[in-house]
């Protein structure tokens, strides 16, 4: 299995900024996509950004220009650097993993817990 630890949300006014990281462990025989979704109350969880492992990014449209993702491959981590950040992109932010397994071959799709951002007007 793999593990993702997120870390870096928190509260923040409007137009601020905050970074997030996500760290992946455990038996990776490759990781071939990172993402951050992201699920506010009483809604549906939506991608937020996604980037390949060889730097191919997609984001949502809402978010384009504002943030930024990013990944580490030697660390096995990613980033979401979040600028200009409004009140609506208050949710719970979760990281997600996609790849090969190194002992069984087998592919796994893998969840973070979660992190608080919550952005004031």
């Known amino acids: 299995q793999v593990q993702l630890v997120e870390s870096g949300g928190g509260l923040v006014q409007a137009g601020g900024s905050l970074r997030l990281s996500c760290a992946a462990s455990?038996?990776?025989?490759?990781?071939?996509?990172m993402g951050w979704y992201r699920q506010a109350p009483g809604k549906q969880r939506e991608l937020v950004a996604l980037?390949?492992?060889?730097?191919?990014?997609n984001y949502a449209d809402s978010v384009k220009g504002r943030f930024t993702i990013s990944r580490d491959n030697a660390k096995n981590t990613v980033y979401l650097q979040m600028s200009s950040l409004k009140p609506e992109d208050t949710a719970v932010y979760y990281c997600n993993a996609k790849g090969v397994l190194l002992t069984t071959r087998i592919a796994y799709n893998d969840w973070g817990q979660g992190t608080q951002v919550t952005v004031s007007s």
């Open positions: 980037i390949t492992r060889s730097g191919t990014t």
């Open positions: 455990g038996s990776i025989l490759s990781i071939n996509a």
